[in-house]
């Protein structure tokens, strides 16, 4: 029987690796899977690689994971945000490497990663320094850049409701980046809101095939990023 | 000698597809193969044209013109199915999501090479589907055929004859006559179907067949 | 005001001009969008290049498309089914030219179109005669062959429902090229089982988001291809 | 000498934007835009974090935290509206699909290169966001901006000295002090604010100025 559900947060990440490759959901704090971060915090795995859009808000979930100096690289789009100082502060430091990749470049190239496409040309970048050293090239008399596909050991993603086979569904722009980065890695961890029984979602709109899917944990009430930064609150607690 | 009909070559693939497997079924006898499953195994069917949990052939009179397989037959869809387009499934297959895909063959090489696409000869039309992407997708190919062709010719042999579908990919032959594995040593019989000998098997086939107990 | 809804299928392809290149979707008789193919055939233009994954059956719909000798090239992956005779008649003939096209490559091929990404890699056919003359390239010890994206000046789609903005959803295996097809094209058109008003489709279900949809068509009772194939009945009528 | 208000070089930018029209608009005072389309003009809003049809600010107490713009900020979604994942949003942009980007500018070039994103200068943390997708995959990129800095500098100038986020791919600047086509034979002021002489505006740019009617 396949049954993808896992009991708690702790369990779902106590196999992730130290130097690890993690792609984490989110658009700002929308998506973000805090609660999977936070024990992926209480786990400890350290020199990990993070794909993420941003990089965290204030002292809690995904900037924690930086604060608490688990992370040797951070591969996004957007490192600064408001509320953001400790990416920067660590970076100015020299203590974490950063690969800036334009949004849609790193979109896609998660993307690629999940379809099994290991390069692709893309016109985004050419003529500024985020192309330098890479392979140009000219089609239909426009130059494109080529972009490699990224792959993970682990993607942590949170939806809306999930069945036991995986299938997953999202809410509103919470949806980002989940979708790609649970086919872009080779066990995708979802945090759920709600866990439902196998046929409550329509065939028709699941967004997340189960196939993309290797472990499911009910959070029923996910802690609110900015709710947490206005309160200055820090993790771990 | 026949060895084992079409059903029994399918119920020999079945018992292979472990519990959980995401699998994807060619047409023809891989095809059967879904319904000698044992129970208690949850299996999840891939049709590269748009669904994931596909299931079994609807009653009479309650098919869905848009509710079909990659062979164009009337299907059905399992509680927890989904339903998605082309490059979604195609994600599925190159991305090597998919644990296992069953295929027919015209050829199979002691390598693993596979054709079962076209004959190549002049004035056929060539046809290949998604054939070329499951190969080169799907973490692990088997084969189910005829072990020789009606003319009595061997279709696992030393090289391929005929154009490719892709090199190196078949992880397992299931013939009426044996099962074979496809090793980096070579073809090793895993299996011989009733009353078939290994000088019978190896004078129907034009490749070196090893024995496991060798 | 947006309002993409045009009257009828005849004067959806009105423009549709000699030396084209149209994408129509469909996967057999699922999704086939048979009524803007008669249109066209109505319509008379020709040296057409086609993109669909096959040849179409007996002779309504793309088989008559064809058979009408409308088609100079087709590009698709399985280029004879069950009842499929036009096309293998012209093909033997040397009245009609063929591309083809792994399954899942012309998948990708059209995502990429749509997606501005001018050529990609990929596995499939990889020691085949399908990438003879292909450029070919190592990745981590692997062999890719490098396929273009494909743009086409028209897709003809079918859908189950759609709003005035365009917005479509799809009916099961029926979705299969539609969605990749619609964003590949300049101009769209699409023929709709049935219209609805604008917001009825859940934001969070729509499947082609309007910006890829230029014209939407209702065609409430679409025929049915495989009936008309058992009924040997032929376009034009 | 102030010309034009940020709600003025908005309104200027919203009279442009045709009935129809898929637009993705930037931080600021881009985002003003929104507010000053002509009544009776059917305009869809895309954001990049995965959002068509996005609507106005929701009222006090009714924001979403997972319904939020590419800035971050609380968004409605309008009837019709539509979510989609980050590949899916970069499809449209990419894919030429959306016709209109507004956005804001640190310089711009005779030549309609922009740079909006970094200044180059060591120690700064560099931030691209969706800029560049945007710039090389929208058909028509405007610009507002102030016509100088802060410190007095022009920002529209021959050649950008901050690193690019995209070059000859601006059409149209929006300044305080006037509106300036980018043409493949330089800048045309096409409009000027209230009491801005030709003279003025030329001191305060660093490339050549044309009027239509030479």
Redesign the interface.
Known sequence: ??NKVVKSAAESVTDIFDGATIMIGG?????SPIELIHALIDHGAKNLTVVS?NTGSGHVGLAALIENKQVKKMTC??????NSTV??EL??NGEIE?E?????????R?????????????????????AEGKEL?D??G?T?VME?GIRADYSLVKCKAA???G?L????????????MC??AEVSIVQTKSMVK??E???????T????VKRVIEVNNPA???KLVSEDRRYPW | MQGWDRNQMAQKAALDIPDGAYVNLGIGIPEMVAGFVPEGREVIYHTENGLLGMGPTPANGKEDPELINAGKKHITAISGACFFHHADSFTMIRGRHIDICVLGAMQVSEEGDLANWSTGKPGTIPAVGGAMDLVSGVKTIYVITQHITKKGEPKIIKECTFPLTGRKIVERIYTNLAIIDVTKNGLFVKEFAPGVSYEYLQQNTDAKLHLYDD
Chains 1, 3 share one sequence.
């Open positions: 029987m396949i658009f700002g704090e929308a998506g859009n789009s957007f490192p600064r945000t408001v990416f920067p970076y100015h950063l800036l990749v334009p949004q849609g470049t790193l979109a896609e998660i993307r690629a990663g999940g379809a099994g496409i290991p390069a692709f040309f893309t016109p985004a970048s050419v003529n500024t320094p985020l090239r089609f239909n426009q494109y490699y069945d036991r086979y299938n569904i999202y809410n509103k722009t919470a949806r980002n980046f989940g979708p790609i086919t872009a196998l046929g979602l329509d065939p028709e709109n699941i967004v095939p189960g196939i993309f609110e990023e900015s």
